[in-house]
């Protein structure tokens, strides 16, 4: 017989126990409120979107957009307001400014 190898006996007659608050352990405790997408970007890339990059004036989200198809009207809607010069930019002609 080894020391030990025998399995110590069952107490079957042992009701579970509940913990009250006051002792439950630090491994149980309650997760983190999750991140907003807001402290995301600024925990992550550094971005702080709640500040305005032209003015410093204070940016609030006012939407959460995650549907593909709302997302693709927007960025289409916003293409058509864009100044043409800002979408199709074109490079100077070299022979405009060629010696003649």
């Given amino acids: 017989m080894v020391p030990g190898s025998a399995k110590p006996a069952r107490n079957k007659s042992k009701k579970p126990t509940i913990q009250t608050d006051t002792e439950t352990s630090v ?3 309650l997760p ?3 991140l907003s997408w807001a ?3 600024k925990r992550v890339f550094d ?15 006012i939407a959460d957009v ?10 289409a ?12 930019r074109q490079r100077p002609q070299n022979d405009l400014f060629a010696a003649s």
Wanted: proline residues 11%; contains cysteine.
């Fill in 47 to 61: 971005i702080d979107i709640s500040v305005c990059p032209l003015c410093g004036g204070t940016l609030r989200v």
């Fill in 77 to 88: 809607h916003l293409r058509q307001r864009a100044p043409p010069d800002a979408v199709h």
């Fill in 66 to 75: 995650t549907d593909p198809d709302a997302i693709q009207t927007i960025l």
């Fill in 32 to 34: 983190c409120s999750p």
């Fill in 27 to 29: 491994d149980q405790a």
């Fill in 39 to 41: 402290e995301r970007l």
